[in-house]
């Protein structure tokens, strides 16, 4: 990048606030997608702006002299949508990172966009609150990657997902003015929901600087349980029986047979090594309600053809459960040294029909799939497996992920249930949404950005 | 409106959907806001379309020829949102009024836009499952427009409003292309949330076809109660009390004096008439949790000053509680002629400073305001009682609305809550929005209807 520029952008946020080493800047070519870094996208600079007026003053700079800007939280998305382009500024976020206020009376939270939601979480629930949304970046990841990204989670299924609980915004917008939307109530219908446009917009039509949250009262207690199945399908068919029974638990995991060995040898949980499935089932609420819950929850899945349901007794055996589902990545990271986790999602009562397409997917083009995933919402993650330089074995890999979103979209689900588009996810986004729907996408992008300087080429792949 | 424009209108929509004389288009000048009838803006023509099909044919028309079309469900909004203009194309669409489709397995409805809400709510019940929005108007407004205004209801404190439940949306874009946004699936972020840009734009943006919604199952029980207060704020007061307790309510109702009066002549429910407030409380779930919150809610509500707690007996008892709550308005009609209901809305903590507003406004300008309102999500109804052929009166009423929209926005509010902004707020947007926010809005509304022909001036008065 241009001394000048350089010297001008360390003028607006501080010398303190930037990069601009070669060494520096390339360390913010990746985000926790699977990409090949490739040299030429190093960045011009990296602005650490402390200020909202700090991130307007950088927009309205790069709209004058036409640079690219790319906003950055944790960098933690799994879906490309923080790797860099040739030059840019990386704008990130995280000295933006305090807490300015905790409302009890209205259930609610202001925070500035850098903060770390496990932090969030813990803040919160030392006074009784309760902030859902559980990434399982979420001990790095910040709430305003979170809402750029609409990030979701386990406890979907119960909870719903980041979108469900952002009330208002502060955003600066690509030409660098500054507008808040939404606000401090939860009925509030004046003007469009600018709110839940730029929410999950992946930094494309402005800049989070400022995020109000809702926040619900804590639950009480939890309870944890794990069904064990023989065939996978009868798992996926158990996800439908609880739901019918009137119980919406807080979540439903599915892990595959690939899960379950990867995760025993490496945890020693007492997983079943001969099951091809099990539920990851946990309920919370109040304590006597739960009992029932579980109860009913242990009935229908024997009744679907669960071989076994194991109630955790207390709430170390729960843990154990927790610490060994959020293991499942890394516990298969000895098999391969390459792992894509997608997560196109189908409508729940279609999971047996995905995981059955994803098993001869994996059989057809002879990959390693596993299967792990929020079942109780529909969203399965399929975990290809694989060796990033092994060139003929990635071009069937590549082949089995396009048909997996062909799946997902046959069977009326998404091409991204939480983890976004991003650039990995962009070249199919026409498939789901249409040439018309991806017109007036395009058409907001440009009202809003009208030089495209905006984490360009994100979401639309141009 | 041109003979042979009415003729071409007719072959696309068909002879028996449309009319154009005098008399019956002058049925469409009006909507259930409060707004004097204006001759001049009688329309041109109304059509009936039976198919997304026709509503896209009859939006390519009105584009190729410059026509405005006004898009109108039941019409049962009351902020002017559907308010006609001179020469205008009413589109109503009610006779697009099947339910297509309701998803026991994975809890969602597809409904055409001309649905009725409480039929809708009548079908799931039958087969154990709830849809909660629950506008005043639901036994008449449809899906569509509950969709479009993104109508709120009691029971917006523990479920949340229409926005709340719409999954998908298949729109017809202002220039007649059809697009689908959002799906079946309640993880799901795929592009920009088009779905909640659409809902709650007002007929501004598309013409809303077809609707997949979120549905629960339903509540196995519920308990109705009613605090009475010597003291308005005291009921304030209590309402955060109640949350404080971890508890969210499905409805938490407060009417003060002048209702509290004009209801028990009116129904005669045993309202106590020496009362300055009641607050009406439901929580529904789990029989013995009910009990239990019950009790917990009868405490709180008497240490913070409640004279007295009655909890329906049984289900009769609170019927006609409910009976009496959705009478306030035509109760009060018999006090003056005209009824203004405003919904500012402020959070939940601010409800006694807001109501402590009303009352100083009401006094300074010698108007009769009553309150009533979804206290539990801060959403109030403050209510003008006039008579519009007063001009001496209205012109103070007018004054009165005013500083009432003000006193919100100075307590961190908002000016609707749930009744949406059409052509009667469109004046004071950009007090809460701000001139930027506004232009984004409008640089939004031009990217998708170029010559603004769809509803325009609802939103942003021009």
Redesign the interface.
């Known amino acids: 990048m241009d001394q000048l520029l350089i010297k001008s952008l360390k003028t607006l946020v501080g010398e303190k606030n930037v990069f601009d080493s070669f060494e520096d800047c390339f360390c913010y070519t990746y985000d926790a997608s699977f990409s090949k870094i490739d040299k030429k996208n190093t960045p011009g600079i990296i602005v650490f702006p402390e200020t909202t007026e700090q991130v307007s003053a950088v927009m309205k700079f790069a709209y004058e002299h036409k640079i690219t800007v790319i906003p950055r939280g944790a960098g933690s998305n799994v879906s490309g949508g923080t790797l860099s382009l040739p030059e840019c500024i990386i704008m990130v976020l995280t000295k933006m990172n305090k807490i300015l206020e905790i ?6 939270a202001v925070v500035e966009t850098g903060v770390k939601t496990g932090q969030l979480q813990q803040e919160v629930e030392k006074i ?1 609150l309760f902030y859902p949304p559980d990434p399982a970046s979420l001990a790095f990841a910040t709430i305003g990657g979170n809402v750029a ?2 990030a ?1 989670g386990p406890r ?2 119960k909870y ?2 980041t ?2 609980y952002v009330l208002g915004l502060e955003i600066v ?1 690509p030409t660098g ?5 939404g ?12 709110t ?2 730029f ?3 992946e930094g494309t ?1 402005g800049i989070i600087t400022k995020v109000v949250l809702k926040l ?3 639950p ?1 207690a939890k309870k944890t349980m794990l069904a064990i199945f023989n065939k996978i399908e009868t798992a996926g068919q158990a996800v ?1 029986g609880i ?2 029974q ?3 638990p807080t979540t439903i995991e599915l892990l595959d047979d690939v899960y379950i060995k990867n995760i025993e040898e490496y945890a020693h949980v007492g997983f079943p090594l001969d099951a091809e499935a099990v539920l990851l089932i946990e309920v919370d609420g ?1 304590e ?2 739960l009992e ?1 819950q579980v109860r009913k929850i242990e009935k229908v899945c024997k009744e679907i053809g669960a071989r076994e349901v194991r109630i955790a007794q207390n709430e170390q055996e729960a843990d154990e459960l927790w610490t060994a589902r959020r293991a499942a990545f890394a516990s298969c990271a000895r098999l391969k040294p390459t792992i894509i986790g997608e997560d196109a ?5 279609e999971i047996p029909a995905m995981i059955k397409r994803i098993r001869e997917i994996a059989a057809r083009y002879n990959v390693l799939i596993a299967v792990v995933g ?1 079942a109780g ?3 399965l993650h399929a975990t290809f497996l694989c060796d990033e330089i092994d060139k003929e074995e990635m071009s069937r890999v590549e082949k089995a992920i396009d048909e997996t979103f062909y799946a997902a979209l046959e069977l ?10 991003g650039r990995a ?1 962009a070249p199919f ?1 026409k498939q ?3 040439e ?6 395009k ?2 992008k ?3 950005d009208p030089e495209n300087l905006l984490n360009p080429g994100v ?1 639309f792949g141009e």
Chains 1, 2 share one sequence.
């Open positions: 409302d009890r009376e209205n259930l609610l009784g990204e609409s979701g979907g299924v719903g997902t979108k469900d917008l003015e500054i507008i808040n939307t606000g401090r109530v939860i009925k509030n219908v004046t003007g469009y929901n600018l839940q446009l929410t999950g917009s039509l619900v009262p804590k009480e439908s739901i019918a009137g119980i919406i109040d006597e309600l029932k999602t189908v409508p729940r009562s929020h919402d529909g969203n009326k689900g998404t091409l991204s249930g939480e983890h976004g588009i996810k986004i789901q949404i249409g018309d729907g991806y017109r007036v996408m058409k907001i440009l009202a809003l979401m």
